[in-house]
């Protein structure tokens, strides 16, 4: 092995981009419903999760900017798959009827993804990988 695969194998900056970039590849062919990339329909997902979030609590869920929530939130608000709901400072957000549909259709690709790379890297390796890079997301969280 040279220098150079070297300097990149062994820098993790590289290699979780990399990654990321490869599994964004896969999501999108999975999640191919709608026009909205993937990032959108976890976000969908958290709104599930916890009807009536504030826009502040999904930012710390999903670890993204206030910019960015707003720009998903007016984005989805848009599809007619969310509603926003201001309350002084604080803005709730809820799905509506057509975000419950958009959500099961996740829900239910959710396990062609982990079927289409488990297929590639091995199950157990699928699952021991993102644990790990959750873990090690949480530590860089709780640093940086």
């Known amino acids: 092995m040279n220098e150079e695969e070297q300097v990149l194998m062994h820098c993790l900056y590289f290699t979780a981009s990399r990654f990321a970039r ?15 990339a993937p990032s959108y329909f976890y976000m969908i997902m958290i709104v599930k999760f916890h009807p009536g979030i504030t826009q502040k609590e999904l930012c710390r869920k999903l670890s993204i900017a206030p910019s960015t929530s707003t720009r998903f939130i007016d984005k989805l608000e ?6 926003r709901k201001i309350d002084g400072k604080q803005t709730f957000i809820s799905l509506t009827e057509e975000g ?4 099961l259709k996740f829900r239910s ?3 062609d993804l ?13 699952l021991d990988l993102s644990k790990m ?12």
Not at 23 to 33: G, N, S, V, W, Y
Not at 136 to 144: P, R, V
């Open 78 to 83: 848009g599809l007619k798959l969310v509603t």
């Open 109 to 111: 690709s959710l396990k």
């Open 100 to 103: 419950e549909n958009v959500y």
């Open 133 to 144: 890079l959750h873990e090690a997301s949480n530590k860089l969280e709780d640093e940086l």
């Open 22 to 36: 490869n599994i964004t590849k896969l999501a999108e062919r999975t999640f191919d419903f709608g026009n909205l």
């Open 114 to 126: 982990f079927e289409g790379y488990s297929q590639i890297l091995g199950r157990e390796f699928s």
